[in-house]
């Protein structure tokens, strides 16, 4: 528990300290004096530079709690230090995105591929089986496993970079799908991977004290990234050490930033004609925002309906990562169960996208504004 909490600790201190930067140069920008009370130009200011480094808090809380634990358990500790060390160029490659916006896709693509063949080497770990017989001959060629990691790491990288789109909703998906890491980590006795997932809970908390509701400071492709990554090595190590844990429950865990990922490529290459790689704000969490929730705020202003719709966005997405997580938990070991959940789970995801674009959601999705009383004026 004290690991965890110097995580926390330090995820937040520096997380302060970005988020003072973020608002000091944009004060100086705009040529607002010192002192000004933080109104709505902080969060437009936060689209860029420091405001979105919030990645630098996490990675501190997980550098931090990991050297810390050198003195306790090296061996463990250790381990998971050589894995930040991978992480290195796929979180440097975001945070340069972050700052300048110049980074092009490909570049940052092939960081994540650099940072998932790097934590292979270091910790000598891939995926060595798919629980399906005929392919999993495929997996004893080394060049087939290493192809597949990386694959496999890239694509969670940018799947978390998908969903980063509103206040705590990266954050919130990443610590509930860590919780079920930790929890089969648990099960199986695999303390390297219950140590690294307990600690990136930690640092995701100090971070998201500033970013969930307010906005005040956000997570950024590099913070995203990081995530991503960290999770994706974690499920590789953990189904590589752990024979009983099915390789179909990474699948289930993460079926919500995963079908989020493979449904954008798909509604870009082929419903668009574009890029599967063009930015679009046509995403699930996108369409929550504008059809579900964003009037519920009320008259009051567009930047305060703005603010109460982005906060309670997220919440929405929470419920839905839990509904893959939940099952992944309970049959962790039980591979048909989850090979059929992740069915279910794309169908429902595919279901809930079509109702809400075509205006159809049933009436129980929506929040409601309580009507005003008989003494309030509506």
Known sequence: ??????????ALVVTLFVMRRSFADSRLQQGIPPGTRLTAW???ANLKGWGRAGGLGVAAGLLLSLALRLFDDSAIAGTSLWL???????FVAGLADD?????????????AFVSALLAGLFLDTWVNRIDVPALDVAFAIPAVAIAFSCLMVAGLVNAFNIIDGFNGLAGGVASLILVGIAYVAFKVGDLVVLTASLTAIGAIAGFMLFNFPRGLI???DGGAYLL???IGELLIMLVARNPQVSAWFPALLCSYPVCEMLFSIYRRAFVRRSHPGAPDIAHLHHLIYKRLVRWL?????????????NALTSPYLWILTSIGVGPAVVFWQKTLVLQIGCIVFAAAYVYAYVRIVRFRSPRWWSLRRTPPGPTEKP
Do not use: K, N
């Open 1 to 10: 528990m004290a690991f965890i909490l110097a995580a926390l600790a330090a």
């Open 42 to 44: 902080t969060r437009e």
């Open 84 to 90: 930040l060390l991978a992480a290195t160029p796929v």
């Open 99 to 111: 700052f300048t916006q110049r980074v092009r896709p490909s570049l940052r693509l092939v960081a």
């Open 218 to 220: 956000y997570l950024g």
């Open 228 to 230: 991503g990554f960290w």
């Open 297 to 309: 705020a009320g008259p009051s202003g567009m930047q305060v309906r703005h603010e109460h719709g």
